[in-house]
């Protein structure tokens, strides 16, 4: 039974999570009407191909980011090897750029009029003919180079944690180095890599700009199409349920795979266990900087050149528009984003019990949520809102009936707070269980009570989990296309919906600008993340 301290943040709690169910239960009250001329359209000459897309383009990803993410994290935390040391930090430098971004460099740089195919026929003679970019094998190498570090950096600390003790065993038992890995340290490490594989999974079936680059048809652009083009917002949000029960189901197998897990008891070790020299160390050194130059230097040396060429002269108000708009509306959904995981994190933190903990579980599911998705289900709810409440309440009143939800910056802040509660709620928990409960007790027998409590002794020791949270929605918020792309109000155009525009008529080098700065920012939290990684042991 709930002390009465604790039932006065059950509302906090459920209101919290409610905001979640609010999608998921209209994308389960779109199939009440079904538009049968559109559906019998898209299955006659979409649906078969997006079905096929996505599964080739999923298992494509998964196999990519599986090879390049364990085989860096073997060779960067058990081998030595020339500029280990750096390439160890350097390989988590991807994460900041985003996926389109990539898309449209990749691109420009190897289409048949890009520099790469025009300087080989220079060259070799012009009977030279490279593999079509914009294939299906283009956007599997786009988003593997994109998505690798989500394995690359939980099977880098699985490695890492795992200790010289088995694997010394291993060796003393006559086992190679290849054998040790295969028969020790990966099935060890397969519930991080697991992790991992469905955070680049989830993020492979969101993906709408780099796919939309490629124009390789997929579920997410098969939405965008169906809302703009057949102006079905039910229908687009039946894709989007679609959608979601594939997130869903990649959630579910990724948890039953966690859950026969053990962690290891192994003390971590402090050294590399294998010292590789000659062509070893050769290929080591340059397989890691291979994957680190395609995935970062390239593109970024690129987007400079670029930025040099064309995308310096488009320096004028307008841009000056779009990154006052861009920054707005990160610094809006980061504020309001770590207020609400605060009181969640709180509400987890005065009331433990289930309900509390079920209601904290389910307001986190969101991050699992497509932008997409979450586009098409707020709107959907906001458009019965409007019909029914707004609308004729407006009239009432003598106004002029028009319709205020749909269309709205709160339906857009909305999407990012759900989409974004999980990535504000873990540093904030991190940081509130850090704070002692003995800290609040002796300050409450010191007559501080109440907003003073917070205000003297939890908000000082809040502040840098906070600005971590806030930095992280901050740089998504500044990243995310697809809910920006569907629901940003007349005229609040962003920099990703700059570089939409700008790739989706083949300008790339009007879109180095936008693009260039959202890198730049998105190396903010990589930083911070590179720092914090470098404290774990082994380093």
């Not at 869903?248 to 590789?276: D, I």
Request: hydrophobic share 55%; glycine share 8%; proline share 6%.
């Amino acid at each position: 039974m709930a002390h009465p301290a604790q039932r006065r943040w059950y509302p906090i709690a459920f209101a919290i999570a409610a905001l979640v169910l609010l999608p998921l239960s209209v994308l389960l009250l779109s199939w009440q009407q079904i538009d049968q001329e559109i559906w019998a359209h898209l299955w006659a000459t979409q649906m078969p191909r997006l079905l096929g897309n996505t599964l080739v383009l999923v298992l494509g990803v998964s196999v990519g980011v599986v090879g390049l993410g364990v085989s860096l994290a073997w060779l960067t935390s058990l081998c030595e090897f020339p500029g280990r040391r750096w390439l160890d930090w350097a390989l988590m430098l991807p994460f900041a750029i985003p996926a389109y971004v990539l898309a449209f460099v990749f691109i420009g740089l190897f289409d048949f009029s890009g520099p790469v195919q025009s300087l080989a026929r220079e060259w070799f003679g012009s009977g030279i003919r490279f593999p079509r970019v914009r294939s299906t094998g283009g956007v599997i190498v786009v988003l593997v180079l994109v998505f690798y570090p989500y394995v690359y950096l939980l099977a880098r600390g699985a490695f890492l944690a795992q200790g010289k003790g088995l694997m010394e065993a291993a060796r003393v038992l006559g086992q190679s180095p290849w054998q040790a890995f295969w028969r020790v340290a990966l099935p060890m490490a397969r519930p991080a890599i697991g992790a991992g594989l469905a955070l680049a999974i989830m993020e492979t079936l969101a993906d709408f700009g780099a796919v939309a680059v490629f124009n390789f048809d997929t579920f997410t652009t098969a939405i965008y199409k169906t809302w703009y083009g057949f102006y079905s917002l039910s229908s687009a949000t039946q894709l989007a349920s679609l959608l979601l029960l594939a997130v869903l189901l990649v959630l579910y197998g990724e948890r039953r795979a966690r859950g026969a897990s053990r962690p290891s008891n192994e003390r971590p070790r402090g050294k590399a266990l294998y010292h590789l020299h000659g062509w070893k160390a050769a290929l080591a050194s340059g397989w890691c900087g291979l994957v680190f130059a395609c995935a970062f230097v390239v593109p970024l040396l690129q987007l400079l050149a670029w930025f040099w060429q064309r995308g310096r002269f488009d320096l004028d108000e307008r841009y000056i528009g779009l990154i006052l708009h861009t920054l707005s509306l990160g610094g809006l959904a980061a504020l309001i984003t770590v207020v609400v995981a605060l009181l969640l994190a709180f509400a987890r933190r005065q009331a433990p019990t289930r309900p509390i903990r079920g209601a904290v579980s389910l307001a986190n599911l969101g991050y699992a949520l497509p932008g997409s998705v979450l586009a098409v289900a707020i709107m959907l709810a906001f458009s019965y809102l409007d019909k029914q409440l707004v609308i004729p309440l407006s009239i009432w009143l003598g106004g002029a009936g028009q319709p205020l939800l749909l269309g709205s910056l709160a339906a857009l802040l909305l999407a990012y707070l759900i989409r974004f509660m999980a990535v504000a709620y873990g540093p904030l928990e991190n940081s509130l269980a850090r704070i002692r409960p003995s800290l609040p007790e002796a300050s409450r027998i010191l007559g501080v009570g109440g907003p003073r409590l917070f205000l003297r002794v939890y908000l000082p020791l809040l502040v840098p989990g906070a600005l971590s949270a806030a930095l992280l929605v901050f740089v998504d918020v500044l990243k995310e296309m697809p809910a920006t792309l569907l629901m940003r109000p007349f005229g609040w155009d962003t920099l990703s919906v700059r570089i939409f525009e700008m790739t989706s008529e083949g300008e790339w080098a009007r879109a180095a600008l936008p693009a260039l700065t959202l890198v730049l920012v998105g190396l903010l939290p990589v930083i911070g993340l590179i720092r914090r990684s470098a404290r774990q042991p082994g380093h």
